[in-house]
């Protein structure tokens, strides 16, 4: 099962406390107590693993190490070992009490989430002409405290969208062995799977019904994945008895989540074009054309229907190799 959305509190460790010590040689009378340590860090860093966030389901309560008190003679405390955890790229995250919200979106791109707090100075840091055998030291000060939601937006090069069993799952394990599951009723898919064609990352967006925009079903569950994907597929089934009907149901839940997923590029392809007779496909084509929609016959049993998507996402490839900053 795919975790994209977990609350966890980090809790950055405390400074140690400074030592108050001195010198019992009689002829280097002084104070030598040191300072504490610096507590750890918790830093998430981008990787791209998208199952990542599974680390956490378990996990409400992350600690980091505290600082070690300081000792006599100088001996500074021991700082705490930074926790570096590892979240996948695409990761939004919310701070829960403030609302700011910060992303990683690069493989290796390293936040601080929460800074370990300052060692405490020891006595020897307090002495002076004045005070030649201080006894005053410091608590360390505590670390950062937060707790995160951490949300999962996939970033991927192309997102297959459409209603339930409209074939998404299908074409994707034909272009990129995926095996994600496929079966002849609706919801098959209950959480987003992805593939690679060559240097392409296709994600298969669970299938959105109406009202998916408003919470139903999964509905805002799987919206969210759709926002950082670059172009969409947009699949209709040929076996539907009212494509234009399905297509405008996809395009007004994706609008009405985000204006801005109404701006991506599209292809619309009209699926299982073989279970249909010839008439009846050019009648359900014409009819998508009639309401401005632009889509092309597929099926997966078809070759030259499958050489099609392949062009489209070989220009997709080529463009991404082109302008890699952007892509």
Same mark, same amino acid.
């Given at each position: ?47 791209? /693993? ?30 705490? @070992? ?12 919310? @701070?829960? /009490? ?29 002495? !002076? ?14 670390? /950062? ?33 995926? @095996? ?56 209709? !089934? ?48 014409a009819a998508l054309k009639k309401a401005g929609v632009k889509a ?32």
């Amino acid at each position: 099962m795919l975790i994209d959305d977990v609350t966890v509190r980090f809790e950055a460790g405390h400074g140690g406390k400074g030592a108050v010590a001195f010198n019992k040689v009689k002829l280097a009378l002084g104070p030598t107590g040191a300072d504490g340590g610096q507590g750890a860090s918790i830093y998430l860093e981008g990787i791209a /693993d998208v199952g990542a966030l599974s680390h956490f389901a378990a996990r409400k309560v992350i600690t980091a190490e505290n600082g070690k008190d300081g000792r006599g003679q100088f001996i500074d405390g021991r700082g705490g @070992n930074d926790l570096v955890l590892k979240v996948p790229t695409g990761t939004r995250l919310t @701070n829960v /009490d403030t609302k700011y919200t910060r992303e990683i979106t690069q493989v290796g791109e390293r936040l601080l989430i929460a800074g370990g707090g300052i060692g405490g100075r020891g006595n020897f840091k307090f002495r !002076s002409s004045t005070n030649t055998s201080p006894k005053e030291s410091e608590e360390g000060k505590p670390g /950062d405290v937060g707790t995160y939601h951490l949300e999962l937006l996939l970033i991927a090069d192309v997102g297959l969208v459409g209603l339930p069993n409209a074939g998404k799952s299908s074409l994707l394990n034909e272009l990129t062995r995926a @095996n994600s599951k496929v079966a002849h009723y609706a919801f098959t898919t209950l959480e987003p799977h992805l593939g690679a064609y060559y240097s392409l990352i296709i994600a298969d967006i669970p299938g959105l019904i109406e009202g998916a925009s408003d919470g139903k079903g999964l509905g805002v569950k799987f919206l969210k994945h759709v926002e950082r994907t670059k172009t969409l597929f947009h699949l209709v !089934s040929a076996e539907s008895d009212d494509p234009v009907r399905d297509y405008k149901v996809v395009r007004k839940e994706l609008e009405a989540y985000d204006p801005a997923l109404g701006k991506k590029s599209e292809h619309v392809f009209l699926t299982k074009s073989d279970a249909v007779e010839p008439a009846a496909l050019k009648k359900l084509l014409a009819a998508l054309k009639k309401a401005g929609v632009k889509a092309q016959p597929l099926s997966i049993l078809v070759p030259e229907s499958l050489e099609e998507v392949k062009k489209i996402l070989n220009g997709i490839q080529d463009e991404k190799l082109a302008h890699p900053r952007s892509a």
